[in-house]
């Protein structure tokens, strides 16, 4: 009962109750602005009850996973030998559960209030301008965003205080916290994937037959898709980055917890990643109260200001922390090391996906020659983007260590998620403003309207730039922490465990584990294509069946559209999810720990390359499109936009959905594996059977 | 002066040299024939000097490069610390000399015969029908074939056998042939560079302008990048793959070699590959020896008997030589997998490149709704392409580990490329039959002439699936155990060195080798881009200046497009080919021994994905185009063949250029890595001094 020890960790429950109170006053301001446009309130009407349905019944679909998963941890507790081991037994148990509801539960609110935000944004666009569009799209974003942090950071210490109370041993938390973090892992998943199908779906559709078929313009009432397409922005978007984010914090928080138990280090170093995140969500709601309290004409001052702002909070504490608290200030390095990698990366994606820099301007010009070479360009910039990347992460795991050994790096993964409430909340406002575009569009709102909206939504496409960096850098560092501590855990029982390349196991595990992340992205995109088909023919149907729709005299079926995005995309998202749990317990009961561990590595490099090349890729087709709608090469609707346009669907399933997905799969794998170590070390692979049959012949 | 070891050398040499013998009056037979069509002979003429012109600037570019490294090599030999070691000393030096020389020669001769035999084969089928072009154009492929196995081993065997005569060693011939393979990849990534980037050059530039454009068909004439575009073929997949398969040849033989030494087998598993090799060459000429003597109605049938008959005469010889010379029965067994997995790898690649199954048709259908569809699905198929390549590889590596340990890895590549010499006769005979077609219709030949090289071509589009499926899983074994033999290296002089993932220079070694082979890519599709540009800029501007052109009045200026393609490729070529060779040098500087080992495993994993990636899409798209001009989802001229014209011009470059040169890349940065050893272990990497230098702040 060390006050040093509670004393911290209820000052970090406290300021995430804090900051969800805050998320509840910021829920009701937004759900209190009335709708004063009757046909405003249908369209918005429309997009939150099929958001919400849709998330209903993905979250039915998950729960057999979630409670298979959780009795399987609950019973592999009851086994003797596996007792007291990472993330097994029933208190693992209900700590999975935990993570799973509280990912759910910050998708679920983010969503519910971004599906609210967004008619509010277009009539206060309408009746104040930017500053009040602007501040009721950030109050959307950030009531996700400090969810996403506040039911993470809740949880976790929750949790820590709860285990310490009871064993009194600040060890044992963590081992039950793997469990956390699983729970996370698992719904981002599905989140992510189920989402990122249904929005690439109705988007392809309502592009294809409603654009380039028909002709009418993007968020067209008459296009049977387009309430999809809007509903789709929140389920991928909102809903599904909202969970990507819960656990991507929260598997950095625990993965450097980890960390500081298997290098032997003391109980601040415990608690100094949590202090950290402490200090970075209060300073996440300093900068939303910030962003809110003025009346803003330039959004992208507002949005800067308030990230400089929390950036700046935090490395301020960590100076303070690492030296009063710790007593060892080189540890504030690791976290200022892990906020600048985080924006360097962000950086390195807008040189690549910005059209201000040449990378863009290139595609839109290889564009000229046709849809061809406007592939070709995209995908070498997608590539070459990977260079820098490496470079930035290189350098942030070299300080990183030079300052605090393999702690350092996990501890540099939370620095550049400690400010995770305000990076999401800049996230999340994006889509808000392009959903209230759509439905000024809709609902026949003044030009101007659709002008400020447009205007917050390209802000947002360039903020969400350096968000993505913080999910791929802390992803890679996070995950790298997880698979080290996946070898010293192994180690533990077996003290001369090796990951050797003369082993044929781990040669073998690491190409499969290189090969997995392109199966699960071909079965990703395969789904979107199935998907997309399905939207094609209802839309084609519809204007077939009725051409009073297109004449705009009849009200196309929007709910069977949004109906077919739901099913297919829940229906496709089995496989891959399936695929990414089963693997690493497959390769462990067949090649060992030492092959699982080569899996491993083999996935993490293919998964993060990956990631960046489809994340860099599919956001240069996107903003050269854009590029040349603003004028440029013909403009729109010249033969160089139409294969720009091609660009820019080959890009969104990778952008989207696939490029997203690596992160997450990755470090689902790793937990999975750090969780299997104590069944895997009891257990003799397939692998030496055969060989012992082998050797006997 | 042991006669156990002269001789299986000599036997190996002698049957190297009746091979070159039989390419000899090969080469005689092919160029003996008269052409007696003066506009045959013209355009023959032009497309062999276009290519020999390329050729003879190419290495003449290259010179520098292999004298630079070979002086590196004989001057490093003079430091007390480094003699001895593999690869280094003015021994290793002229080996290196050697194996550019041979690799260059067996490209050069191949393309010698190649740009002679397409027009011979063009008139042998209007004259003697099926048979006779068939023998023709197969003839000139096997010059290519055999020459690349007849000098690759002939420069082994005698290297092998001056070096022990000398020496009187049986170990120390191996430290010096790592120069040799050496030699061998640095010509295999020029040639495969340069070549791919002119192909691809010529053929966007004569497809973009002409086909599109002007709306006139392939070959046409009056497109005056149309014998550039023969020129490339010949430059591109016949000096290119030539040189490419020598060093996978040569480069399998030296790493099962090192394996042996590295492992401490006896002498006779350091003779074992080499005779089956010479077994395999001499199985390779007997097929070749059949197809000539009988007048085939069927190519498919002709090609296939003779790639069995050399499979079978090698399996019979594995056993024999195992049981008999061996005395261990159970390394027949590795070769015999190495043989059965690069043919299971081969019908892999064909699954989901053959408009028979279901994936090529799927592109196709998906060409339907556009550009981007297809586009996405022919991704989705190269991506999901890997699982099944991954498998039958691990597969691979764990039943010849079963057999044979490390050794038995190795010798699996041995075994899949020892009957190189029929497999690339079948790959070379592709390239001159399209040329023969193409060459028939610009000299307005009968139509059947021109049929009956469609059908030539499409039997060598088949058949060179299963010798890509040679090289990619060749390439991984071999890359293995020369990784394998790295850190084999590396423990002779630093017995505790090991590779472990808790050392963050081995984290970021395996960060930046993943990253490699993107950036690579990228350079080379970023290559043939501007290089196409250039192309596409000329051959308009010669439409502009002389309409007479599009008429066929007027002869257009074919030698400016063979220049453009030629220096833009030899300038291009240079920047990838300098990464390739300066990364692993940096990477060994900087981050020691152990980060360099992380690099060589990284780079393994993702260039291993990437080139089964690029290959089977691009071949997938390819013959979705097919497919569909055969009439298919409305054919020729619709707008879903537009669609599938765009992905064909997306997979050129990823299938001919970025994909083959993958392999190259990673054995070459493996072998330079070897070389780099006993520096390495010498040196203080900038690392620890920098750590050093942290750890006294």
């Known amino acids: 009962m060390e006050p040093n020890i509670y004393i911290p960790l209820l000052l970090v ?11 509840f006053v910021l829920f009701h301001k937004v759900s209190r602005l009335k709708l004063a446009d009757k046909r405003v309130e249908e369209i918005q009407t429309y997009i939150h009850d099929g958001a919400m349905t849709f998330l209903v019944r993905e979250y039915k679909l998950i729960i057999p996973f979630v409670l298979g998963v959780g009795a399987l941890l609950a019973v592999l507790g009851f086994i003797p030998a596996l007792q007291g081991a990472e993330g097994i037994g029933w208190q693992a148990a209900i700590c999975f559960v935990i993570g799973a509801c509280f990912s759910a539960c910050a998708g679920w609110i983010g969503m519910f209030i971004a599906t609210k935000a967004n008619a509010r944004t277009a009539l206060k666009a309408k009746e104040e301008g930017m500053s009040g569009a602007l501040r009721t799209a950030f109050s959307g974003g950030a009531v996700l965003g400090l969810s996403v942090a506040g039911f993470g950071l809740l949880g976790l210490a929750a949790i820590y205080l709860v285990v310490y109370f009871i064993t009194g041993d600040v060890n044992s938390p963590v081992q039950i916290l793997t469990g956390y973090s699983l729970g996370c892992s698992l719904i981002a998943l599905f989140a992510r994937v189920g989402g990122g199908i ?92 910030i ?76 564009s000229e020659t046709g849809h061809g070479t406007n592939i070709i360009a995209g995908l070498g910039v997608g590539m070459r983007s990977t260079w820098l990347t490496i470079a ?40 808000i403003a392009d959903n209230a575009g759509g439905i000024a569009e809709m609902a026949g709102l003044p030009h101007e309207v659709r002008q400020i ?43 001369t465990f090796d990951i050797s390349l003369s082993d044929p196991c781990v040669l073998i595990g690491v190409l499969v584990g290189a090969m997995l992340p392109y199966l699960f992205s071909a079965m990703v995109i395969g789904s979107v294509g199935r998907a997309a ?49 089963l693997t690493p317990i497959g390769t462990g009961l067949v090649l060992g720990a030492a092959g699982l561990g080569g899996m491993l590595i083999g996935g993490l490099v293919s998964a993060i390359m990956l990631a960046v090349f489809m994340a860099n890729a ?59 170590v104590p069944v895997l070390v009891e257990l003799t692979p397939l692998w030496d059977i055969i060989v012992k049959f082998f050797a006997g012949l």
Chains 1, 2 share one sequence.
């Open 198 to 289: 249904y929005t690439n779906a109705a988007d392809v559709g309502a592009d294809l037959v409603g654009k380039l078929e028909a002709g009418i313009p993007e968020d067209d009432p008459r296009n049977p898709a387009t309430i999809a397409d809007n509903v789709g922005d929140n389920v991928g978007d909102i809903a599904g980055m909202g969970s990507d984010l819960t656990e991507s914090y929260v598997g950095s928080i625990i993965s450097c917890l980890t960390m500081a138990l298997f290098t032997g280090l003391s109980f601040k170093h415990l608690l100094f990643p949590l202090l950290i995140c402490g200090v970075g969500i209060l300073a996440s709601v300093i900068s939303v109260l």
């Open 618 to 676: 599919g956001g240069a087709w996107d903003n050269a499109k854009k590029y040349i709608e603003g004028g440029h090469f013909g403009g729109k609707g010249s033969d160089t936009h139409k294969a720009a346009i091609t660009g820019d669907t080959v890009g969104d399933p990778l952008k989207d959905t696939a490029g997203p997905a690596m992160d997450i799969l990755i470090k689902l794998m790793s937990v999975i594996s750090l969780i299997l």
């Open 533 to 581: 088909n399905k939207m094609v023919e209802e839309v084609r149907a519809q204007f077939e069946k009725d051409p009073a729709i297109l004449e705009g005299k009849s009200v196309p079926d929007y709910n069977r559209c949004i109906d077919i995005s739901t099913k297919a995309s829940l229906h496709e998202m089995i496989a891959p999810g399936l695929l990414a749990i």
């Open 392 to 431: 930035c992460l290189g350098a942030a795991i070299a300080l990183a260590y030079f300052f605090g050994g393999s702690y350092g790096i996990a501890l540099a993964a939370v620095g550049m998620l400690c400010t995770v409430g305000i990076t999401v909340s800049v996230d999340g406002y994006g889509p």
């Open 453 to 495: 909206t447009d205007k917050l939504d390209a802000v947002g496409n360039t903020t969400a730039a350096i968000g993505k960096g913080f999910c791929i850098g802390s992803a890679t560092l996070t995950s790298l922490a997880f698979i080290v501590s996946f070898i010293e855990a192994v180690k533990k029982f077996v003290p």
């Open 291 to 366: 962003v809110r309290a003025r009346n803003w004409a330039d959004p992208h001052k507002a949005l800067n200001i308030a990230t400089y702002i929390a950036t700046g909070l935090v490395v301020v504490a960590a100076v303070a922390l690492a030296i009063l608290y710790l007593g060892e200030y080189k540890y504030m390095f690791c976290v200022i090391t892990g906020l600048v990698a985080g924006i360097a990366i962000g950086f390195v994606a807008e040189l690549y996906t910005s059209d201000e820099y040449k990378s863009v301007k290139s595609i839109a010009k290889e």
């Open 13 to 23: 429950a406290f300021s995430a109750v804090i900051t969800l109170c805050y998320v």
